[in-house]
Structures are given as C-alpha cells and as structure tokens.
C-alpha cells in the first residue's frame, strides 16, 4: 500500500513539472500532443514499369536486388510543402555530369508534393544515357577509373531559401482636373527630376541582383546558377594493391547505357544553406552479392513434411478410420 501511494505522488510530481511530455508539445489543458516526425525526402530504384526493386535491410542499410542486364530508374519523392533540390550520385559520379560527385554540384528540383524519375545519366537537356546493370569491368565508373565506390547510390536533399516578398507601393492619388497646377511648381518638378536623373514614377526598374553560387536549376527540373569551378583532370589512378581490377571484381554496377529521351529545362533555385539538410544512401548488388552479406533473399524453405522425403519419412500406416470409404476422385 505504501508503495502505491509512493508511485502516484510521483506520477503526480511528474505530471505537475511537464516531465512526463518530454517527447511531446502540452496543450492549455496540460494534456500532452505527441509530434508525429515530419516526412522525408526519399530517393527509390525502380524498374521500368515504376515497380520498386526488392529491398532488404541490414546493419542499418537498405540493400537492393539488381540483376546484370535490367535497366533501372531513381524516383525521387518529396513529401514537403516546399520545393527542393536533389544532388544524385550513382556509384560516387554525379548522374548530371558523371564526374566524381560532390554537393557543391547542382541537382534536380522536386516540386512540394511531387516527384521526379532520373532514368539516366544526363547527357544533354533532352537525352539521357540509360541506368543499366552490368558488370563491375564495364560500369561506367570502371570505364573512367573511378570503380572505387561501385554499389551505392546517393542522394543529398537540400532546402530552397524561402522568397522575399514583393510589396508595390500604391500609385499616387491623382489630382482632380478642375485644380489647376500652377505653371512654377510644374517647373520645379521638373527641375527636381532632371536633378535626380529621373522622376519616382518613371524610374527604372533596378537590374537584377547577380546571382549566387548557391542557385540553381533541371526540367524535371535541373538546377542552374554560377558556372561551377572546372573540373579538375582525372589522370588514370592507380589501383590500391588490396583491390582487384575491375575485370576480376564480382557482382554488378551500373553503365552507360543506351540513349534515350529524356527532356528536362533549367529553373533558379537558391538553397539555404551550403550543406544539404538530409544525405539518403542505397547500397545494390546482385543475388551472389547480398547472400554473401548473410542477407536471405528466397523464402524460406518449406517445412520438412512438405518435400517428398518428408512425406514419406512422416507416412502413417494407419492413418484412417476403421471402414474403407469410396475414393473421392
């Protein structure tokens, strides 16, 4: 009984500080409302037909089932109220540039409650060449000396900064035509704005601000801004010792692949900040590959009563009743 009366002072002690809605906004009433976590940009593989890959998770990551020769897709889903911008890599190269991939790059704008499919690697504003499984040797990353981070995809989401608002000013009250102006004070207006350069009214409008590094825009759409930096020239590195060449590596990357249309256009985009506000990865490879990681991708296996054998070694003989009965087919 002490006990009991001990925990309800204590709930009550708790409930009078507010501790007890520690994960959670309190109403007037001093109830609790329990904050649901704010959806997330995504980025998922899909086939052809907008069918998501199989997916498994494991140590916490997200693997996904390719097979060499099927032709793949990434869906970018933004689930906000606002628009933002996606910087995707495939296997460490940027899938606008297909140079090493960096977030300094620009991306895809995905409008608020929209989504955007990247079917391929961009090579004009209305083609691309087209995501395939292949073998390691002939992914386009081992094609560039660049196979070092072949099976991951990346996607690094970043928030637009939001836009001024533009407040006219109303025009000025007109005065009634049966005031006469007199004849000085129209001459003094005049003075006064050939001594400015140029009345309020008829001013021009300012030229545009310049536009920062951090704009951008793609017709899905991509980014545009400042021009970036050249890219600095990739001599063929040598291989790490540790590594096997490419031609000898298991499993699957991802190539370039056929041409295909793709049309997409330039929008201005300016983020607010220089870091992405959400990196999302996805590691692939084929069945030999995720099996090797322990990772079971058939179902599991039918209970031993269920094969021949083991209808056999379960066989009763004298299962039935006491009476023979006529067979049903």
Request: hydrophobic fraction near 35%.
């Amino acid at each position: 009984m002490r006990r009991s009366l001990l925990a309800a002072s204590l709930l009550a002690a708790l409930a009078s500080s507010g501790l007890h809605c520690a994960y959670a906004d309190q109403n007037a009433n001093g109830c609790c409302i329990y904050r649901r976590p704010a959806p997330a940009p995504r980025v998922e593989v899909v086939d052809e037909g907008s069918r998501r890959l199989s997916t498994f998770s494991q140590g916490g990551r997200t693997y996904v089932l390719g097979e060499l020769g099927q032709r793949y897709q990434l869906h970018i889903v933004n689930p906000t109220g606002s628009r933002i911008e996606a910087v995707v890599s495939v296997d460490g190269l940027d899938a606008v540039d297909g140079k090493p991939a960096s977030t300094d790059k620009r991306g895809y704008v995905v409008p608020a409650y929209g989504d955007v499919t990247i079917d391929g690697w961009r090579t004009s504003f209305d083609t691309v060449a087209a995501f395939r499984f292949s073998s390691v040797g002939e992914s386009y990353a081992a094609r560039t000396d660049h196979d070092r981070n072949v099976g991951v995809i990346g996607a690094a989401f970043f928030r637009e900064r939001p836009r001024p608002r533009v407040v006219v000013a109303p025009p000025p009250p007109m005065m009634p035509e049966s005031t006469p102006t007199p004849t000085a004070d129209r001459h003094a207006e005049s003075d006064d704005a050939r001594g400015s350069g140029a009345s309020a009214a008829s001013a021009p409008a300012a030229s545009p601000p310049a536009r920062s590094s951090a704009e951008s825009g793609v017709r899905g759409a991509v980014s545009k801004g400042a021009p970036a930096p050249p890219a600095p020239s990739y001599a063929p590195r040598a291989r790490e010792a540790s590594r096997a060449p490419a031609d000898e590596r298991p499993g699957i990357g991802t190539e370039f692949g056929e041409t295909e249309a793709s049309s997409v256009s330039e929008t201005r985009f300016v983020r607010d900040s220089s870091r992405p506000f959400l990196v999302a990865e996805l590691r692939y490879d084929d069945r030999d590959g995720l099996t090797s990681r322990g990772i079971r991708i058939d179902p599991p296996a039918p209970p031993p009563e269920a094969t021949e054998n083991g209808l056999r070694d379960t066989a009763d003989p004298f299962p039935g009743s006491r009476f023979a009965e006529p067979p049903t087919h």
